[in-house]
């Protein structure tokens, strides 16, 4: 299927590894011009130079932090008239009220959260003004459940759900498009390193550490290529109907805990 994406350009964020660079190596597959945007510079050159001996595509990279303000400003103009927006950069630690400290719960929402906010805040206004665009917020399926354990991650994603269906109401007005995706357990190196932690202490050895998601559904966690290539699809014309909406891409995982 053609997805009509061919000579669009994207910004990624946390784009270097995971479902950031599953996603950038999708738009590509499909066409797409990138720029990619992470706090590691290293991780960026080498990302980049893969998917160029892959895609010859014109992609650019920038290293930048963007919990910070003027990194957000810094960004947006590099990407200038930008067709797509991709925000999946951050994090949010695991723990409950008493585990999560103020520091550490400002520090995570400062990428996660306000990241997401004001990078689409700059990349909005100037959709609008082309009357024209797409943004796909990566989120995560845990704010559709109250996790206790979970609950500065719990809380931001909930909040970014709604900051996607309330966008994509009012974004239609201007020719643009705000969809959200959420991510169940997904097989990234920040997952597998966890997973293998887990394994070593339980099995006392961590390369089992496959046999510890078995109950998953389908005996196993999504690959990042299966959550990037919803991504995709939903940037593309072939989803010109579709806004304010959330995708889950967790094997039906919430459905069955929600039954």
Known sequence: MDLGLAGKSALVTGASQGIGLAVAESLAAEGCNLILVSRSREKLDKARAGLLARHPRAIDIHPFDLSRSDSIKAVAAAAG???????????????????????????AWELK?????????????????????????????????????????????????????????????FGIRVVGVNPGNTETERQTVRWEARAEAELGDKSRWRELVTDSPFGRMATAKEVADVVTFLASPRASYVSGTIVTVDGGRMARLKG
Request: proline share 3%.
């Open 81 to 107: 008239g930008v067709d797509i927006l991709v925000n999946n950069a951050g994090s949010i630690p695991q723990g409950d009220l008493l585990a999560v400290d103020e520091a550490t719960w400002r520090a």
């Open 113 to 173: 959260v306000f990241g997401f906010v004001n990078l689409t805040r700059e990349i909005y206004r100037a959709m609008r003004e082309r009357r024209t665009g797409v943004i796909v917020n990566i989120i995560g399926s845990a704010g559709e459940r109250p996790s206790p354990g979970y609950i500065a991650g719990t809380t931001g994603n909930a909040g970014l759900m709604q900051f996607t269906r309330a966008l994509g109401g009012e974004s239609v007005d």
